[in-house]
């Protein structure tokens, strides 16, 4: 399966060598470059051993090309959003900016698919409950 990701900003690649390769601040201030795993639902990264990241520590992850802020708030909590091309389909792919917290959304024309533990399959992104 042929995926790609990019900025939703600048369209410029963010994948490369296997890798999703992100810019990223701590809550401390401390900057970084994070790589992450294109596999959803994964949540390891790779990152310098002096760049830390305590588990629940908010972060802040940036594009490295136009250095946007990739931040989104939907429900009063912030995802980092970027976009992936699978299959001639373009997805919005939101994960939380809390170390640790594994819930990752990817939201598309006419779907709606929910990776991790910490994510609610029952709710849709904006809140609203399934209609059964």
Not at 15 to 44: F, K, M, W
Not at 86 to 98: P, R
Request: net charge negative; charged share 30%; hydrophobic share 35%.
């Amino acid at each position: 399966m042929e995926r790609n990701f990019h900025c939703p900003f600048c369209h410029g690649q963010l994948y490369i060598n296997e890798r999703i390769i992100l810019s990223a601040e701590n809550e401390n201030g401390h900057r970084g470059i994070i790589l992450l795993t294109p596999d959803l639902g994964d949540y390891r990264a790779i990152k310098h051993p002096a760049f830390e990241i305590e588990e629940g520590q908010h972060t802040d992850f940036y594009c490295p090309i136009c250095h946007a802020d990739l931040i989104v708030e939907k429900e009063d909590k912030k995802f980092t959003r970027i976009m992936m091309l699978e299959m001639g389909e373009e997805y919005e792919v939101l994960f939380s900016q809390i170390a640790g917290e594994r819930s990752t959304y990817v939201i598309g024309d006419h779907s709606f698919k929910v990776f991790g533990e910490d994510a609610d399959e029952n709710t849709n992104f904006w809140g609203e409950k399934p209609n059964y």
